[in-house]
């Protein structure tokens, strides 16, 4: 070997060292990670539970897993039986097929027959895995002497008569039948056709919705389990029928369970042609929406049977003479207020017409028949109220009565602004109106009084000669205002009739009579006056205490938007 290749092999080999130790590093610090979980020790227990049945017939054992071993790898499970049966030894094991899960579970021993009748046979179960095999605690059974054709996937309701063939013969001395496990769940029994039979009722206060197994239990509890599985049934649901066959559109149908109901589907009820899952309350709405006509047979399905109650469902009419219009008269476009059952309680909803055309009916006060209905831009005239739905053609018995806005007369056709007038026409009481004048929106008011209403000029009014008119909004268009007549007001200036006194000292109370004076502000001078009364007719003030002595022109002014209105008087006030 030459230098060179010593020096090439020493190198390979450091890297290679250097290569070893960098793993070795990375695996201790992975190593610290991770968490080793030990495997499961504990054996899987399986612990027996008294046959459900023992008849020589119906061979029904159960078990229960308390505790399941999921490390292991189950090969096998199942039932071991052995015995003397009369002068055969018998060895039996009946592997189930099912996985074993945690719970308790039962099987049925296919072939009965070879297990004598008074013969003591010992069971257990094993459960065999890849690491061990795990039996439970053995146990006895004894093969009773009853002979029973069980029936089984029965559909039966309470207070039913169940009648199984068997041998029975003097079995009342020895047993008693139960419907659960539970001590005060036995149930009264008779034995019929000469001990071929056994005949009982289904008890009332058994729950519907489930599955119950009928079982002869032994009276003698220091032997052996005995016991014989004789019919296995679920209890189909029954309802009470209603109280009363007459309902709203929108009424809650309520038809209450005879005995306890576990709220498994198969119960429906059905009205007219549409089924709906059972409940405590049933919205009726949903039953009949999309049905036509007033009466609706009406019953339940149970699974097993169909029950139509002796009447149909009967939907309660509207009165024709139960709706009436409160005001005595109404506009176009307006919302007021009437009497009657609303349309939700009838299934009209949007399906209200008043001259051939849609309004809206809204209920306010359900209790009180109150409502408000909103009608659209009809001509003058006398209208019914029709609805219409699948059930139903209304037309109300009382008409609304549809006046256009009308100006009839004035209080005044000269006024001063600031006075109050009333208008008199078809005003309809609770309606709101505006005021124009010349156009111009002046003030809003509310009708009190059917047929008039009252209006103060505004302050801010010039004199002149106008046109004055009413209005009101569309309670159906906001976009649309409607307009009354025209008639013509003529607004007379604002004067000073007199002042008094003319003499008076610093605080004397000073007096301005005149016409239209209400919302000016007097003045004496420069200075403005702190009124004591402000009337249309009159206004009263106090003489400042910083005026010196002198005699004054009193004015007095209004200002509106920008615009100011005085007026001087032409006596001068001389203060001492």
């Known amino acids: 070997m030459n230098f060179h290749t010593w020096i090439n092999q020493l190198t390979k080999l450091r890297v290679l060292t250097c290569i070893c130790n960098l793993l070795g590093l990375l695996l201790f610090s992975c190593a610290k990670d991770v968490i080793i979980i030990p495997p499961d020790t504990n054996p899987t227990e399986v612990v027996l539970l008294a046959p459900l049945s023992n008849t020589g017939n119906n061979l029904t054992l159960s078990a229960e897993v308390r505790y399941l071993n999921n490390s292991d790898i189950i090969l096998s499970h199942g039932f071991m039986v052995d015995g003397r049966s009369g002068d055969t ?248 207020e009437v009497f009657g059952s609303g349309p939700d309680k009838f299934n009209f909803g949007g399906h209200v017409t008043v001259g051939n055309q849609h309004v809206i009916y809204n209920q306010v006060d359900r209790n009180a028949k109150k409502g408000e209905l909103t009608i659209s831009d009809l001509p003058e005239g006398d209208y019914p109220m029709i609805m219409n739905n699948n059930h139903f053609t209304y037309k109300s018995a009382n008409t609304i009565k549809v006046k256009k806005m009308n100006i009839a007369s004035s209080s005044h056709s000269e006024a001063y602004a600031g006075d109050k007038i009333t208008l008199k026409g078809t005003f309809v009481k609770g309606q709101s109106y505006t005021l124009e004048i010349d156009k111009t929106n002046t003030s809003s008011t509310t009708c009190t009084t059917t047929g008039e209403v009252n209006f103060e000029i505004p302050q801010f009014m010039t004199a002149g000669k106008y046109q004055i008119k009413m209005s009101y909004k569309s309670d159906m268009d906001y976009q649309r205002s409607y307009y009354s007549n025209s008639i013509p007001l003529e607004i007379k200036a604002t004067t000073i009739t007199a002042i008094y006194p003319l003499k008076a000292s610093t605080g004397d109370l000073i007096t301005i009579e005149g016409d239209g004076l209400k919302g000016y502000q007097a003045q004496i001078a420069t200075v403005e006056a702190r009124h004591t009364l402000s009337q249309n007719n009159k206004i009263q003030f106090e003489i400042p205490n910083n005026l010196p002595k002198g005699k004054y022109r009193i004015n007095i002014s209004f200002t509106n938007f920008g615009k100011n209105n005085t007026i001087t008087a032409t006596d001068y006030l001389e203060i001492n």
């Open 89 to 336: 030894y018998i060895k039996r094991e009946y592997p189930i097929a099912s996985t074993l899960k945690s719970g308790s579970f039962t099987y049925k021993i296919p072939d009965p027959e070879i297990y004598k009748e008074g013969y003591y046979y010992s069971y257990k179960y094993f459960v065999k895995s890849e690491k061990e095999t795990y039996l439970s605690k053995s146990d006895q059974f004894r093969i009773n002497n009853i002979k029973v054709i069980a029936k089984e996937d029965l559909k039966i309701a309470a207070g039913e008569i169940i009648t199984i063939e068997g041998e029975f013969t003097n079995i009342e001395k020895d047993y008693d039948l139960y419907y659960s496990f539970h001590e005060d769940k036995k149930m009264p029994f008779e034995i019929v056709n000469s001990g071929k039979a056994i005949r009982f009722k289904v008890p009332e206060g058994v729950k519907q919705g489930y599955n119950v197994t009928f079982r002869l239990i032994s009276k003698n509890q220091e032997e052996p389990h005995l016991a014989a599985i004789i019919a296995k049934a679920f209890i189909v649901g029954t309802l009470a029928p209603p109280t009363s066959y007459s309902y709203y559109y929108d009424d809650i149908l309520r038809l209450p369970y005879l005995t306890d109901y576990s709220e498994k589907p198969g119960l429906e009820v059905f009205v007219g042609n549409i089924f709906l899952r059972h409940s405590d309350e049933m919205d009726l709405r949903y039953l009949i929406d999309n049905q036509k006509g007033k009466k609706f047979t009406m019953g339940y399905t149970n699974g097993r049977d169909t029950i139509t109650f002796p009447q149909p469902l009967q939907l309660i009419e509207p009165d024709p003479n139960e709706f009436k219009v409160i005001p005595a008269y109404v506009h176009p476009g307006t919302k007021f």
